[in-house]
């Protein structure tokens, strides 16, 4: 056997585990959130593969949760990466700052408004 038979022979196993590494680099897990967990612990449930939209349907219905992550997000919400809002995290900030909008309540001026002409 010439050594580039030999060479030929480790190609193949080669590549296919480089591969196979970048396949597996590409399911990383994301890092904990102290904003998931804490969604999770007031009872929304596993929120790994769930959408935005359903996150915001659930804190409509809990609205006191909603403006507590929403007020934990705030700050990492200005200095995140693009690509955060795709990740769990930026899905929970993001329904949260969409149910806890409709919660502000503005202070009154006992100025009241009318439709039409008097």
């Given at each position: 056997?010439?050594?580039t038979d030999?060479?030929?022979r480790l190609k193949r196993p080669a590549l296919a585990l480089a591969l196979g590494i970048l396949a597996l680099a590409g399911c990383a897990k994301e890092s904990p959130s102290g904003i998931v967990e804490e969604a999770q612990r007031a009872g929304a449930?596993?929120?790994t593969n769930t959408s935005a939209f359903s996150i915001e349907?659930?804190?409509r219905k809990h609205r006191d949760v909603a403006v507590?992550?929403?007020r934990m997000c705030a700050p990492i919400r200005e200095k995140a990466?693009?690509?955060w809002g795709d990740s769990t995290e930026g899905n929970v900030c993001t329904a949260a700052r969409n149910a806890a909008m409709s919660t502000y309540r503005y202070s009154s001026d006992d100025r009241t408004f009318h439709s039409g002409k008097k």
């Amino acid at each position: 056997m010439t050594p580039t038979d030999q060479f030929g022979r480790l190609k193949r196993p080669a590549l296919a585990l480089a591969l196979g590494i970048l396949a597996l680099a590409g399911c990383a897990k994301e890092s904990p959130s102290g904003i998931v967990e804490e969604a999770q612990r007031a009872g929304a449930g596993d929120l790994t593969n769930t959408s935005a939209f359903s996150i915001e349907d659930w804190m409509r219905k809990h609205r006191d949760v909603a403006v507590k992550l929403n007020r934990m997000c705030a700050p990492i919400r200005e200095k995140a990466p693009a690509n955060w809002g795709d990740s769990t995290e930026g899905n929970v900030c993001t329904a949260a700052r969409n149910a806890a909008m409709s919660t502000y309540r503005y202070s009154s001026d006992d100025r009241t408004f009318h439709s039409g002409k008097k």
